[in-house]
């Protein structure tokens, strides 16, 4: 399995941030992605949160939910603590996304956007784990995600859709399909799992933690 990943590099994230409102699409995964998180929700976890961008979209209409956003490259870090400078509900820590998660407590909602598909396949299972662990009962698990496409020509097409030529593709990106990730989030225990929006190689992958968990 690739084990690259030019995220700690500054160049590369902030070759990233000056894209990120060019990527098509993506505003449409974010508005679903917003729709099925409650406004009630008491604290949200960002996982690889980037800029911040996603946890302040959901800020706009959850003022009052504590946030903890997690991100390891030091660029990115940088410019989500600018972001929410002198805002109390929102916690910034670093931590690589490869190491097990440090104790955090619980969250109403785990969100995830763009961040995951830089593991490795076996990682993003362990960490698909524990956030159900870390969930509270009937929290939500918000996944939008770079997955793969089923076919080389199609991912070739996304590729070319976005302008970037194949021997430019980004070596850190770790893809896996849709249906092999559902069916994981299933077999640990989340339900109405579901894709629940998708634009070629772009999914918004979704599933709750059952309000009461039978026991073996």
Same mark, same amino acid.
């Given at each position: !399995? ?7 590099? *500054? &160049? ?27 406004? /009630? ?9 980037? &800029? ?19 991100? #390891?490259?030091?660029? !990115?870090?940088? *410019?989500?603590?600018?972001? #929410? ?14 190491? %097990?998660? $440090? ?12 961040? +995951?598909?830089?593991? +490795? ?12 662990? !870390?969930?509270? %009962? ?27 030529? $194949?021997?430019?593709? &980004? ?11 559902? /069916? =994981? ?5 989340? @339900?109405?799992?579901?894709?629940? =929006?998708? =634009? ?11 309000? @009461?968990?039978?026991? $073996?």
């Amino acid at each position: !399995m690739n084990q690259t990943n030019l995220w700690a590099s *500054a &160049d590369h994230a902030l070759a990233y941030l000056t894209q990120i409102d060019k990527i098509p699409h993506r505003t449409e995964g974010e508005a679903v992605l917003l729709e099925h998180v409650p406004k /009630s929700v008491k604290r949200i976890l960002d996982l690889g949160t980037g &800029d911040g961008r996603l946890l302040a979209l959901l800020k706009f209409d959850r003022p009052q939910a504590k946030c903890v956003a997690v991100d #390891f490259s030091a660029t !990115m870090l940088e *410019a989500v603590n600018t972001r #929410f400078a002198g805002d109390a509900t929102v916690e910034v820590i670093a931590h690589n996304l490869d190491e %097990p998660l $440090p104790e955090l407590g619980s969250f109403d909602a785990v969100v995830s956007s763009f961040a +995951i598909h830089h593991l +490795i396949h076996d990682r993003k299972l362990t960490l698909y784990t524990e956030i159900f662990q !870390m969930l509270e %009962p009937g929290g939500i698990f918000c996944n939008l995600e770079h997955v793969a496409s089923p076919t080389e020509t199609l991912h070739e097409h996304f590729l070319q859709t976005l302008g970037i030529a $194949p021997e430019n593709d &980004d070596p850190s990106n770790k893809l896996l399909d849709v249906e092999t990730q559902l /069916s =994981w989030l299933r077999n640990i225990g989340f @339900s109405d799992v579901d894709c629940y =929006w998708k =634009w070629l190689e772009l999914a918004l992958l979704i599933g709750y933690k059952p309000n @009461s968990i039978s026991l $073996p």
